[in-house]
């Protein structure tokens, strides 16, 4: 199975997420991430999709977006010519003990504590994936409270954007 | 000019071409209704007796004429009695324009009374839904709509409309009818492709599926078929596309299809498919679906191409564009051998296929074909869901399109009555309605529409007083464990024509009334057949009235809809005499 990141440009109006992910849901694609949000342009919002699966499928996928009213634009991201990142927020456990081992690998990740209490640190991180799951698993020891992550957004290297072609 | 909204709707759909459209008033829709009411001598509406029925009518209207059918409901329970009438048309793409009234934008999330977010319930079943917020977008929406229900694949688009937008006043102009969307040009170097394969082949076969009817593409198959040689088969949405006289047809293949339009297909080394999207019913296990085949697939909808079958050629567009460009550039062909074997092949299905003198599901059809011919009718045929239907696609003869109007993709048991009921407001046809029992009795609320209406429709229903579709596999599969398909009601459906106003006629006794024990243990129920005599008489006079009229007509509980590909089976497993099996 390959990883796959769709950019999807939409109408902004009410619903559209609903009705492109519920598109997922009935013809059982499966998502892995999704974030939305405006774009340079009030008129459109840009949802990226994380998809795990074949080819066949991610065409598909492609095809049923393309067919959808709100949709103006779909393009499956190319994997070297793409920026893409995600935001990590995690919250872990602290004690005197730990704090320097936690912060020790908070800095060799390029990673920001952005709360400090008596009780918790909470880490702010982005990048790729694959690092953002690293870093989790270094932290899992110390004991995480809680997290949350924002899923991948993706541009594509260069001058080309998705709303021209 | 100034407008309300509620006549703003009547305004654009008779801009739109609407002139008649089905429905059913209620709280929410009242301003419509009298805007309806203003504007009688320019729109029709018919009001049915369940929203449900309405829903069917405006899809029978469409796929009668290729109009876009609309309907119209209140809010909350009028608007979701229109769900299943709107599935069946998106699963069979058929062009409609459903219009349902809302609470007022005020009392829209609050669980108001009639509430109910429609556009949610609606929105994995059309091809597109609006809410119209505002009262400027009233009339370029519903525009939008009737532009996104007949362009590319049609389907369904549902306009809801809060009552405050149909109180509120705007400024109107009437608008031309708004064009479909331009289609895809053909793609040369695929046909080129195309032409090469044909050319390489030995034995092709065109498989036509309701995408044909939709994009009028019939002479283009046939005469790609006469110059290539090849046989045509059809899905069952496709029947109607090429006349059944063509001595290429095979007609339907599949779960139930023709013995040798299934094999034809089985034995081909290329179908060339136009406007089909491969459904199970058709294909069988896709594991093993047409194995010795290269496939073209042509099709106006992208993502149909690789979504079920995967296709070693695929096009996108018009069909009549691209089999006129195929049929131009291909070289003519002549294969004799697979003439022959067609040949052979069409001589069993014949002879597996040939009737004897009593009532069967076939010899009622024919008598039926033979009576509409004798009374100068060129009917339209609509039909319920269950054996009959498969009868009826199996030996109807066809020689238009636009003449067999059945619920395919859904599969909607009572669309029947409702759709004949559309099909032949929309035509003027006399529609004749093959039915069931046990599909009649879903929706027969609907005999009072074409009462009131004086609709010309023959209904005649196909008794075995069984569920017969479903006990026939409780027979193959289930061990004749008969849970809940052997019906029991004894209903007198003479009598329930007579209570609504429309004349009958019974030929046979009514099952399990005049005989005490239930049909699945009766050794006997050949008593309570007619004979072919009486049945032609009885039709006889049915073709003689003006308005609706039910022949009642009882036929064998154990009747078997043949061949058949079981379930998930694939070809090997076709059954041809279900006795031979264990």
Same mark, same amino acid.
């Given at each position: 199975?390959?990883?796959?990141?769709?950019?999807?440009?939409?109408?902004?109006?009410? #619903?559209?997420?609903?009705?492109?992910?519920?598109?997922?849901?009935?013809?059982?694609?499966?998502?892995?991430?999704?974030?939305?949000?405006?774009?340079?342009?009030?008129?459109?919002?840009?949802?990226?999709?994380?998809?795990? %699966?074949?080819?066949?499928?991610?065409?598909?996928?492609?095809?049923?977006?393309?067919?959808?009213?709100?949709?103006?634009?779909?393009?499956?991201?190319? !994997?070297? +010519?793409?920026?893409?990142?995600?935001?990590?927020?995690?919250?872990?456990?602290?004690?005197?003990?730990?704090?320097?081992?936690?912060?020790?690998?908070?800095?060799?990740?390029?990673?920001?504590?952005?709360?400090?209490?008596?009780?918790?640190?909470?880490?702010?991180?982005?990048?790729?994936?694959?690092?953002?799951?690293?870093?989790?698993?270094?932290?899992?020891?110390?004991?995480?409270?809680?997290?949350?992550?924002?899923?991948?957004?993706?541009?594509?290297?260069?001058?080309?954007?998705?709303?021209?072609? | 000019?100034?407008?309300?909204?509620?006549?703003?709707?009547?305004?654009?759909?008779?801009?739109?071409?609407?002139?008649?459209?089905?429905?059913?008033?209620?709280?929410?829709?009242?301003?419509?209704?009298?805007?309806?009411?203003?504007?009688?001598?320019?729109?029709?509406?018919?009001?049915?007796?369940?929203?449900?029925?309405?829903?069917?009518?405006?899809?029978?209207?469409?796929?009668?004429? #290729?109009? &876009?059918?609309?309907?119209?409901?209140?809010?909350?329970?009028?608007?979701?009695?229109?769900?299943?009438?709107?599935?069946?048309? @998106?699963?069979?793409?058929?062009?409609?324009?459903?219009?349902?009234?809302?609470?007022?934008?005020?009392?829209?999330?609050?669980?108001?009374?009639?509430?109910?977010?429609?556009?949610?319930?609606?929105?994995?079943? +059309?091809? *597109?839904?609006?809410?119209?917020?505002?009262?400027?977008?009233?009339?370029?929406?519903?525009?939008?709509?009737? !532009?996104?229900?007949?362009?590319?694949?049609?389907?369904?688009?549902?306009?809801?409309?809060?009552?405050?937008?149909?109180?509120?006043?705007?400024?109107?102009?009437?608008?031309?009818?708004?064009?479909?969307?331009?289609?895809?040009?053909?793609?040369?170097?695929?046909?080129?492709?195309?032409?090469?394969?044909?050319?390489?082949?030995?034995?092709?076969?065109?498989?036509?599926? #309701?995408?044909?009817?939709?994009?009028?593409?019939?002479?283009?198959?046939?005469?790609?078929?006469?110059?290539?040689?090849?046989?045509? %088969?059809?899905?069952?949405?496709?029947?109607?596309? &090429?006349?059944?006289?063509?001595?290429? =047809?095979?007609?339907?293949?599949?779960?139930?299809? *023709?013995?040798?339009?299934?094999?034809?297909?089985?034995?081909?080394?290329?179908?060339?498919?136009?406007?089909?999207?491969?459904?199970?019913?058709?294909? %069988?296990?896709?594991?093993?679906?047409?194995?010795?085949?290269?496939?073209?697939?042509?099709?106006?909808?992208?993502?149909?191409?690789?979504?079920?079958?995967?296709? *070693?050629?695929?096009?996108?567009?018009?069909?009549?564009?691209?089999?006129?460009?195929?049929?131009?550039?291909?070289?003519?062909?002549?294969?004799?051998? =697979?003439?022959?074997?067609?040949?052979?092949?069409?001589? @069993?299905?014949?002879?597996?296929?040939?009737?004897?003198?009593?009532?069967?599901?076939?010899?009622?059809?024919?008598?039926?074909?033979?009576?509409?011919?004798?009374?100068?009718?060129?009917?339209?045929?609509?039909?319920?869901?269950?054996?009959?239907?498969?009868?009826?696609?199996?030996?109807?003869?066809?020689?238009?399109?636009?003449?067999?109007?059945?619920?395919? %993709?859904?599969?909607?048991?009572?669309?029947?009555?409702?759709?004949?009921?559309?099909?032949?407001?929309?035509?003027?046809?006399?529609?004749?309605?093959?039915?069931?029992?046990?599909?009649?009795?879903?929706?027969?609320?609907?005999?009072?529409?074409?009462?009131?209406?004086?609709?010309? &429709?023959?209904?005649?229903?196909?008794?075995?007083?069984?569920?017969?579709?479903?006990?026939? =596999?409780?027979?193959?599969?289930?061990?004749? *464990? @008969?849970?809940?398909?052997?019906?029991?009601?004894?209903?007198?459906?003479?009598?329930?024509?007579?209570?609504?106003?429309?004349?009958?006629? !019974?030929?046979?006794?009514?099952?399990?009334?005049?005989?005490?024990?239930?049909?699945?243990?009766?050794?006997?129920?050949?008593?309570?057949?007619?004979?072919?005599?009486?049945?032609?008489?009885?039709?006889?006079?049915?073709?003689?009235?003006?308005?609706?009229?039910?022949?009642?007509?009882?036929?064998?509980?154990?009747?078997?809809?043949?061949?058949?590909?079981?379930?998930?089976?694939?070809?090997?497993?076709?059954?041809?005499?279900?006795?031979?099996?264990?």
């Amino acid at each position: 199975m390959e990883q796959f990141v769709i950019s999807i440009l939409v109408a902004n109006r009410a #619903g559209v997420l609903t009705r492109v992910s519920s598109m997922f849901t009935r013809r059982g694609f499966n998502i892995d991430t999704l974030t939305v949000g405006e774009t340079e342009s009030p008129e459109f919002s840009r949802i990226t999709v994380t998809h795990r %699966g074949d080819k066949a499928i991610c065409d598909q996928i492609v095809k049923q977006l393309e067919k959808m009213y709100d949709v103006k634009k779909v393009q499956v991201m190319q !994997r070297d +010519t793409m920026a893409a990142r995600e935001l990590l927020l995690i919250k872990v456990k602290h004690n005197p003990e730990q704090r320097q081992d936690i912060m020790s690998v908070t800095d060799v990740f390029r990673a920001k504590i952005i709360d400090f209490s008596q009780e918790a640190l909470v880490i702010e991180i982005q990048g790729a994936s694959s690092k953002i799951n690293a870093f989790i698993e270094l932290l899992k020891p110390y004991g995480i409270l809680e997290m949350c992550r924002t899923g991948l957004v993706a541009l594509e290297r260069g001058g080309n954007c998705l709303k021209d072609e | 000019m100034k407008l309300k909204g509620a006549q703003i709707i009547i305004e654009t759909l008779i801009e739109q071409g609407a002139t008649t459209v089905f429905g059913y008033p209620g709280g929410q829709v009242i301003d419509i209704y009298d805007a309806l009411y203003m504007a009688q001598d320019r729109i029709r509406h018919i009001i049915t007796a369940h929203e449900q029925g309405a829903s069917h009518a405006a899809d029978g209207y469409a796929r009668s004429t #290729g109009e &876009v059918g609309v309907v119209i409901a209140t809010s909350g329970p009028g608007a979701t009695n229109l769900v299943t009438g709107i599935a069946t048309a @998106y699963l069979d793409s058929v062009p409609m324009v459903a219009i349902t009234g809302n609470v007022p934008n005020s009392l829209i999330g609050r669980d108001s009374f009639q509430e109910v977010d429609i556009t949610g319930v609606t929105m994995p079943i +059309t091809k *597109h839904n609006f809410f119209v917020k505002t009262i400027d977008e009233l009339a370029p929406t519903i525009r939008e709509a009737f !532009r996104i229900a007949k362009s590319g694949r049609p389907g369904p688009v549902l306009v809801d409309i809060p009552k405050d937008v149909q109180q509120a006043v705007f400024e109107y102009e009437a608008a031309p009818v708004v064009e479909k969307d331009a289609v895809p040009e053909v793609n040369m170097d695929a046909v080129a492709e195309a032409v090469k394969m044909i050319a390489a082949s030995e034995r092709p076969y065109i498989y036509i599926g #309701g995408g044909a009817i939709t994009d009028e593409a019939g002479e283009e198959i046939a005469a790609l078929a006469d110059k290539i040689d090849a046989p045509i %088969g059809c899905t069952m949405m496709g029947l109607s596309a &090429v006349p059944t006289s063509n001595p290429r =047809w095979l007609g339907m293949e599949g779960m139930h299809g *023709h013995y040798a339009s299934s094999i034809a297909q089985n034995e081909a080394d290329l179908i060339i498919t136009a406007g089909c999207r491969f459904s199970d019913r058709g294909t %069988g296990n896709v594991s093993k679906y047409a194995k010795n085949a290269k496939i073209i697939h042509i099709d106006i909808d992208a993502s149909e191409l690789n979504k079920n079958i995967k296709a *070693h050629l695929g096009l996108t567009g018009s069909m009549k564009k691209i089999l006129a460009a195929l049929c131009e550039a291909v070289e003519e062909k002549k294969l004799p051998e =697979w003439q022959a074997r067609i040949s052979e092949l069409k001589a @069993y299905t014949e002879e597996l296929e040939r009737q004897g003198d009593e009532i069967t599901p076939f010899t009622a059809i024919d008598a039926i074909m033979e009576a509409a011919e004798a009374a100068g009718d060129d009917i339209v045929v609509a039909t319920d869901v269950g054996q009959h239907q498969m009868w009826a696609a199996q030996r109807f003869e066809f020689s238009r399109p636009r003449t067999f109007i059945s619920s395919g %993709g859904l599969g909607t048991m009572g669309f029947g009555l409702g759709a004949a009921i559309g099909a032949a407001t929309a035509t003027g046809k006399k529609t004749v309605l093959i039915t069931g029992d046990g599909s009649f009795g879903m929706n027969l609320n609907e005999l009072a529409t074409a009462v009131t209406n004086q609709t010309p &429709v023959v209904i005649f229903v196909m008794n075995n007083g069984v569920l017969g579709m479903v006990r026939q =596999w409780q027979t193959l599969f289930f061990d004749k *464990h @008969y849970s809940n398909t052997t019906l029991q009601r004894k209903t007198d459906f003479v009598k329930l024509a007579e209570a609504f106003g429309l004349p009958a006629f !019974r030929v046979g006794q009514i099952p399990g009334q005049t005989c005490p024990k239930a049909c699945d243990s009766c050794s006997n129920m050949d008593s309570c057949i007619g004979t072919l005599d009486e049945l032609k008489a009885v039709l006889k006079q049915a073709f003689a009235v003006e308005g609706p009229v039910l022949v009642d007509c009882t036929i064998d509980c154990d009747a078997f809809v043949l061949p058949m590909l079981p379930p998930g089976g694939s070809i090997d497993d076709i059954i041809v005499d279900p006795t031979a099996k264990k």
